[in-house]
């Protein structure tokens, strides 16, 4: 018995020996300086980035194709030809052999291949950042990554934006730069600030607004702040940038108490939008009369009310 669990142990230690192991690391990919999103997340192999074969090569300009029956991978870029076989440490471009580091394997039902061997045999320079497991792949080897570092795209509140790399950003927000767009907001009080677009609609719901904000008047004594560019709208129905009270109507009595043909009236008379008269009396007017000046209404061609305006 002893002997049997013995041999039941030894066996299973050779198993494990036998399997192979991936490093697990979150690993970024980003290609002339966007990011590679996989179907299956990368993974380390003998000291090689592996990706999804399909994902790679299509995000390079390659087509592919998979022979089922030889496990045999060929992608075609231009006048390049590279192919490679599931298990064998040979990668073939245009009838030259070459040797590879580590070899394509199938797991769980997807296609891994190492992504510097397949990139640079597609004319491609690549980079590796360790301290950030990031691969960098600039799909020109003409103009290849100088340096490690992955870079990061910053925005001026003028709208300029500057590519930098990442251990600058905290620099660049000391003297004014962003991560993202940024927006110019108002308060009613006059004062603005620079805020993130992501966080430009939980401003709205505090006060804030997207341009500068006009206190406006009623005639009866109300007030609302208004979007600098609805002012004019808001004009037309009888509001105002400053305060107005409408000045009393004065009538000159002559005897018998009738009014006089020389009676003084004041300049405010009351309109309605589709009304073609103006009135001294806003009941005359009607439900929505608005104050305005004598001079404005007959400006719009309004004539006077042959009840109260005579």
């Known amino acids: 018995m002893k002997k049997r669990s013995i041999s039941i142990l030894i066996i299973l230690t050779m198993l494990i020996a036998f399997v192979p192991v ?30 999804p074969m399909r994902n790679i090569f299509e995000r390079l300009n390659a087509t592919v194709d998979w022979n089922c ?33 580590a070899v394509p394997v199938i797991v769980n039902d997807t296609t891994f291949v ?12 690549v980079t590796w950042n360790d301290a950030t497991s990031t691969v960098n792949i600039s799909s020109d080897s003409s103009n290849p990554i100088n340096n490690d570092e992955l870079t990061v795209t910053m925005y001026a509140p003028d709208g300029r934006t500057i590519s930098i790399p990442q251990s ?31 966080e430009v609609e939980a401003y709205k719901g505090v006060g804030w607004y997207t341009e500068p904000v006009v206190l406006m008047y009623a ?10 560019s609805e002012v004019e709208a808001y004009k037309g129905v009888g509001w105002y940038t400053e305060p ?13 108490g009738s009014s006089s043909s020389g009676s003084t009236r004041g300049s405010t008379v009351y309109v309605t939008p589709s009304g073609k008269r103006y009135h001294y009396s806003a009941s005359c007017a009607g439900k929505n009369a608005r104050a305005t000046t004598l001079s404005s209404a007959q400006a719009s061609g309004k004539t006077a009310c042959a009840k109260c305006a005579r």
């Open 219 to 228: 005639a009866d004594g109300r007030t609302r702040y208004t979007l600098q």
């Open 114 to 125: 190492p992504i510097r061997a397949v990139s640079q045999a597609l004319d491609a320079s």
């Open 168 to 198: 600058e950003i905290e620099a660049y927000k000391n003297v004014g730069w962003y991560t993202e767009p940024v927006v110019l907001m108002y308060a009613a009080d006059g004062r603005t600030r620079y805020t993130l677009q992501s």
């Open 244 to 256: 107005y009270t409408p000045p009393k109507t004065n009538y000159s009595s002559g005897s018998g």
């Open 69 to 101: 029956d030889t496990k045999t991978i060929t992608a075609q870029k231009q006048d390049i030809k590279i192919t490679l076989q599931i298990g064998s440490q040979t990668l073939v471009r245009n009838e030259k052999s070459e040797s590879l580091d």
């Open 22 to 51: 991936h490093a697990e690391r979150n690993i970024s990919i980003y290609v002339d300086g966007t990011e590679l999103k996989c179907d299956s997340p990368a993974f380390i192999e003998n000291g090689s980035t592996m990706v």
